[in-house]
């Protein structure tokens, strides 16, 4: 829309009388009648500029450039191929493979640091709060105390397998008496299931394990009655089973303070079902060893009933226990020879050394001891069909017996427990054994008694 003439004329006039050249004696007016207006210098400034660094021209960073620049006085394809593999394969390869090696040596540096600083920080923790006690306070007649480390020398690391070996310990200081040398863990494997803490002297951490019992006569024939004997699995980043045991030479020194009553085995159990995962074949071992050895003296018949349900990850783990189910065998197997899988021989050379033990144990109690094996890797686990079969017939006894008499132990890593029993609980600063969940919670189990170890 077009301006008006009234307006357009209004705005030149204006405009042609606006003063281009103001006075400040005349035309700008004082903020008072006291003070006074002063004209400045256009030229004037607050401060001098700053001078301006003079930087050299960014150079062209281009691949094509930067490439015809470092051939512009090469003469002849060799020289030219020449440059180009030195200027574009081996030196980036180089470069990455120095620079790659920085950081596994800052990585190595920082891990020593951290490490040194734990170590630091646990022994200070230690002297202030008086929680660990230096080794050697223990009473010498005795080869482990309750409330105060021992040490034992690592006599020999068997392997199991890649995850799991046993660890043989003989105590530092030999025993005072002969009566104590022969009969100090006697009462211990008759009581049912025990443990020791071992220690981190650098970090002054302890964790605890479960002993095995003494292998039979026919496996072993070392008479040294006290040495400990223990299947540990090296957990990645295990601060004591990898970082600490695994890296032991033999003849080291290790700290342990024990034993730690787990759970007491009555003496007139009649039944025991043990359902262990992994490494929890120690413990199960334990208590069939202390069930049945408490009846030695007694007609087999009376001796109780042990059922034994071991869950391994890989056959590795219990290499020779039972045969392999044939939905186990291999699909290449299956697709390139028409041969049946070897089957693995029941006793012979092919047999691990915990189930050379188990078998042996078998033996020793013909008919009272039952181990059946699950392979996660073949396709087997322990389902709530087979732990209503090991429990009874009817999964019921008909009979009403004591209480106590007829138990369910479960032993192994926290999502076995978790997923046989239920987890257990923390309450009042100590674990507990929670309410009972897993796969036992679905089944009829009136008349057991279920603990987790």
């Known amino acids: 829309m077009a301006a008006s003439p009234a307006a357009t004329l209004t705005s030149t006039i204006q405009s042609l009388s606006l003063n281009r050249a103001p006075s400040p004696t005349h035309d700008l007016a004082p903020r008072s009648s006291l003070t006074t207006s002063h004209p400045s210098a256009a030229h004037a400034s607050p401060r001098p500029p700053r001078p301006r660094a003079h930087l050299p021209p960014l150079p062209d960073l281009r691949f094509e450039q930067s490439y015809l620049r470092s051939i512009a006085g090469v003469c002849g394809w060799r020289s030219v191929l020449y440059v180009t593999v030195r200027d574009q394969v081996v030196f980036p390869l180089v470069q990455g493979l120095v620079w790659t090696l920085l950081l596994q040596g800052w990585r190595a540096w920082m891990h020593g640091a951290r490490w040194s600083g734990r170590g630091v920080g646990g022994t200070i923790a230690s002297i202030c709060y008086g929680i660990y006690n230096s080794p050697g306070a223990a009473d010498s007649s005795e080869p482990i105390h309750p409330t105060e480390f021992s040490t034992f020398i690592l006599a020999r690391k068997e392997y199991v397998s890649s995850t799991s070996n046993i660890y043989t310990l003989k105590p530092k200081e030999a025993a005072s008496t002969s009566a104590i040398r ?3 863990y006697a009462g211990l494997w008759r009581t049912g299931v025990w443990s020791v803490q071992f220690r981190q002297p650098q970090l002054q ?19 040294a009655s006290l040495d400990l004997r223990f299947l540990i699995r090296k957990e990645p980043d295990g601060e004591i089973s990898d970082r600490y045991l695994d890296r032991l030479p033999i003849g080291s020194e290790i700290d342990i303070r024990g034993p730690h009553i787990e759970f007491e085995i009555p003496q007139d159990v009649s039944d025991v079902v043990f359902l262990a995962g992994g490494t929890g074949i120690a413990p199960a071992i334990q208590a069939a060893n202390c069930a049945l050895h408490s009846r030695a003296s007694k007609p087999l018949k009376s ?14 783990d219990c290499v020779g226990g039972g045969e392999p189910p044939h939905r186990a065998a291999s699909y290449l197997w299956r ?10 021989s029941a006793g012979g050379e092919s047999q691990g050394v ?14 009272s001891l039952d181990v059946d094996y699950f392979v996660d890797e073949e396709g087997s686990s ?3 069909d087979i732990v209503c079969k090991a429990l009874s017939p009817k999964c019921i006894d008909s009979e009403p017996k004591k209480p106590g008499s007829k138990l369910i132990l479960v032993s192994g890593p926290d999502g076995f427990i978790r997923y046989i029993a239920g987890p257990k609980e923390w309450k009042a600063g ?21 603990w987790k170890l």
């Open 382 to 384: 322990i389902t709530p």
């Open 182 to 184: 022969d009969n100090f």
């Open 430 to 450: 100590s674990m507990e054994q929670g309410k009972i969940g897993g796969l036992l919670a679905g089944l009829d189990i009136r008349g057991w008694d279920v």
């Open 354 to 367: 915990l189930v050379k033990e188990v078998e042996a144990l078998k033996r020793i109690f013909i008919g």
């Open 205 to 223: 951490i302890a964790r605890s394990y479960t002993p095995l019992p003494p292998p039979a006569p026919e496996i072993s024939k070392s008479d």
């Open 335 to 344: 697709l390139f020879t028409s041969s049946p899988r070897p089957k693995i």
């Open 303 to 316: 001796y109780p009933k042990v059922h034994i349900l071991w869950a391994s990850r890989k056959r590795e």
